[in-house]
């Protein structure tokens, strides 16, 4: 890390409490130490993002980088993604998408949406943990720009 990078603050949107736990301890497993915060929901992550007044300026001069399920409970993670890189205060947030759907036009939405990288998670144990070992990896050596 340069002498001028920001702390990266890692929101994981995930529904799936045992999929979350997984997340986390491999990036850490991967010598990521950043702070990450869960959320379960669409609703509660773009709270967050956008504040109480909903504009996003609270996050002008936040470092985030956003892991995004895309079936989540209260709504899609596309949904969530347009909406992130349509404000201009979150716009250059980076997104990693971290889902289970590989349909090849739902990939490409996600990547004409703005989406840095999709990962489809392996339905098995072995392949999702070496998947996220591999995304703390990029973690590790990823720079992450000013939103502002």
């Known amino acids: 890390m340069s002498a001028d ?3 990266v603050t890692i929101l994981m949107v995930e529904d799936d ?4 736990r997984l997340i986390e301890k491999n990036i850490r497993r991967a010598g990521v130490n950043n702070e990450i915060i869960p959320f379960v929901n669409g609703t509660d992550a773009l709270a967050y993002l956008f504040g109480k007044d909903g504009t996003g300026t609270v ?3 936040r470092h985030y980088l956003i892991l995004l399920d895309l079936n989540l409970p ?3 993670g596309v949904s969530i993604l ?3 890189k349509a404000n201009p205060h979150t716009k250059r947030t980076p997104v ?3 889902t289970t759907t590989d349909d090849e036009r739902e990939i490409q939405r996600c990547y004409d949406l703005g989406a840095n990288v999709y990962i489809t998670k392996p339905v098995d144990y072995d ?3 070496n998947a996220i070992r591999q995304l703390g990896m990029f973690f590790s050596v990823m ?3 000013e939103t502002a």
Do not use: I, N, R, Y
């Not at 409490?17 to 979350?20: L, V, W």
């Open 5 to 7: 990078a920001k702390p």
């Open 17 to 20: 409490d045992g999929h979350a």
């Open 74 to 76: 209260d709504m899609t």
């Open 143 to 145: 720079q992450v720009p």
């Open 59 to 61: 996050s002008t001069h």
């Open 127 to 129: 392949g999702f943990a």
């Open 96 to 98: 990693v998408v971290l």
């Open 82 to 84: 347009e909406k992130v």
